[in-house]
């Protein structure tokens, strides 16, 4: 019996583990999920010999095999059907819909804000900035992730609109940087975006401050990040005095317009598919009242 | 009886298996841009006029808004404004405001645009593009119609018509 007991609670502890670190790749590993299985085909098979034996109620012990069954299919179903974890990356103040969470996430306009909302079946849920939360199986945390604030101006300091057409929000001046660019060896944020009015496009890579330490072309100010900048036409040709490296945070001439960018720390989610939740609970109970019915009709 | 239970754990974990794997079913099509705003608050910022003084949506409130997003560079813009023009003249008198916003241009360029078409209602310059973000555009025109309570009724992507204008504004215009 206490051996039954001891792989009934291994399994559960197995699966509750997922839910406490969401998200690790192990959970998707084909012998982890076959191993979970196999556990419980043997606490299923000693538990109908110690029904046999009469060495505790059948029906105890089969309500403390269906709790075990109900956490161990919630696992493996977490491992075999479940999506794998994403990062859901949003522009300040933009609301990006997740069909995973049948909802949407809406950003904060600042990026001193640490909360990000999620609305789900008009109830909102706050993400802060420690911690998870979750959602149906889903649990949901921040990641803090460096985004580009740009700033368009023509030769004569007038305002120029920027717009994304390829980016999460097609109005945003905050370039998100979700794609890398390996240059020289460095896996470095990578972005463009459009100056329609200027018939301009422009390509940014961002150099964080160890990258930029490396780099020998950039001024002696550049305590910090820096900014590549490569300005083209609507055509992608590239234009005269198109290239600059600046510091973060500086403004720069190149091609026509006259280009600022300034990297900030902004939240991202990171959702990761936990077992259903409900499952788990049912699971846990049965296993719980199953165990100590078995108990206490033994003792 | 055997059979019975039997029965029973292979009935109680078909249920199982259904609810957790339609847990992680992702859901079906959904609304993208700014009629995925429908029903909600109409987010409003602080930005300035064409003169300069501060101005917002939230100055509206109680009135229907005709929101639209645009900028100089934008020729669907130019070719909207004149049927948001007639339609800002035709419902002004019934609680009807259209209200431009030029999105990330400078407030002189905005203007002398405004004025060589001949724009009179009310228009604002959001150079941070906060409005832009905010509603989801996902190009330029873009028009959002909010009722008097300040609730998103419609939202549209690319330019209209003054048929379609008229048509978003009416239902509204008749319960007021």
């Known amino acids: ?299 | 009886m055997n059979r019975h239970w039997i029965w029973l754990a292979v009935l109680f974990a078909a249920a199982l298996v259904a609810v957790v794997v339609i847990a992680y079913l992702p859901s079906g099509s959904s609304a993208n841009g700014p009629a995925a705003l429908i029903g909600q608050t109409a987010p409003s910022f602080p930005v300035v006029d064409l003169a300069g003084k501060p101005g917002a949506l939230a100055d509206y409130r109680g009135r229907i808004v005709v929101l639209n997003l645009w900028a100089s560079w934008c020729p669907p813009c130019r070719a909207e404004m004149p049927d948001l023009e007639r339609l800002s003249r035709a419902y002004l008198k019934r609680g009807v405001v259209v209200l431009g916003i030029d999105q990330g241009e400078a407030g002189a360029r905005a203007g002398d645009f405004a004025t060589s078409l001949g724009i009179t209602y009310p228009v604002l310059v959001d150079d941070a593009q906060q409005y832009g973000r905010v509603y989801a555009a996902l190009g330029l025109p873009t028009t959002v119609v909010i009722d008097a309570s300040g609730v998103v009724r419609a939202g549209f992507d690319g330019a209209l018509t003054y048929a379609q204008m008229s048509a978003a504004v009416e239902p509204l215009v008749a319960k007021s």
């Open chain 1, 1 to 299: 019996m206490i051996g039954l007991l001891a792989g009934c609670v291994a399994i559960a502890l197995a699966v509750l583990l997922e839910l406490v670190w969401p998200g690790q790749p192990i959970y998707q590993y084909g012998w982890y999920n076959a191993l979970l299985a196999t556990a419980f085909v043997v606490c299923a098979i000693r538990a109908r010999a110690l029904a046999r034996e009469g060495a505790a109620p059948a029906l105890a012990l089969l309500t403390l095999v269906a709790g075990t069954a109900a956490l161990t299919i919630a696992g493996v179903a977490n491992g075999l059907f479940a999506p794998d974890p994403q990062v859901v990356i949003g522009s300040p103040g933009a609301s990006v819909r997740v069909d995973d969470l049948r909802g949407s996430l809406t950003f904060p306009l600042a990026s001193a804000d640490p909360v990000v909302r999620l609305d789900r079946n008009g109830s909102p849920t706050e993400i802060g900035a420690s911690g998870f939360r979750i959602a149906a199986a889903f649990a949901l945390s921040q990641v803090r992730r460096q985004v580009l604030a740009v700033d368009v101006t023509d030769a004569r300091g007038a305002h120029l609109t920027v717009t994304q057409p390829n980016g999460s929000a097609f109005l945003s001046p905050v370039l998100t940087m979700p794609t890398e660019q390996n240059i020289a060896g460095m896996m470095l944020p990578f972005d463009t975006f459009a100056v329609p009015a200027a018939h301009r496009v422009v390509k940014v890579v961002l150099f964080d401050r160890r990258h930029a330490a490396m780099l020998k072309t950039l001024p002696p100010d550049g305590a910090g990040g820096a900014v590549l900048f490569s300005v083209a036409d609507e055509d992608d040709r590239a234009v005269a005095h198109g290239i600059g490296l600046v510091p973060d945070g500086a403004t720069v001439a190149l091609g026509g317009l006259r280009l600022k960018g300034l990297a900030i720390s902004y939240p991202a989610v990171r959702i990761a598919a936990v077992p259903v939740p409900l499952v788990l609970a049912l699971g846990v109970l049965l296993l719980l009242g199953g165990g100590i019915w078995c108990k206490l009709r033994k003792s």
